[in-house]
C-alpha cells in the first residue's frame, strides 16, 4: 500500500489499512478507535515511547484519550 500513498500495519492478528483516495472527503469526527483490554497499559506505552496524550470527553461506559502522531 505504501508505493500508493496507504499503510498497512499489523500487531498479532490484529491489522489496519490505511488507504488514499484523491477525492475523499472526511467526516468531522472520522477517525479510527480500538476496544483494547486493559487501557492504562496502552496508554502508559504510548506516553514511555514520547508521543503526547491527551484525554477526551468521556462516553457512557467508556474510557478514552487521543493521541496523534505520525508514521514515517
Known sequence: M???GG???QC???QLHIGIQEDFIPANKAHPAFNVEN???LRRQVI???IKVKEDEPL???KRWISK???S
Open 48 to 50: 514511555d515511547q514520547g
Open 2 to 4: 505504501a508505493k500508493r
Open 12 to 14: 498479532g492478528a490484529h
Open 69 to 71: 502522531f505520525l508514521i
Open 60 to 62: 457512557e461506559s467508556a
Open 39 to 41: 487501557l492504562e497499559a
Open 7 to 9: 499503510i498497512w500495519l
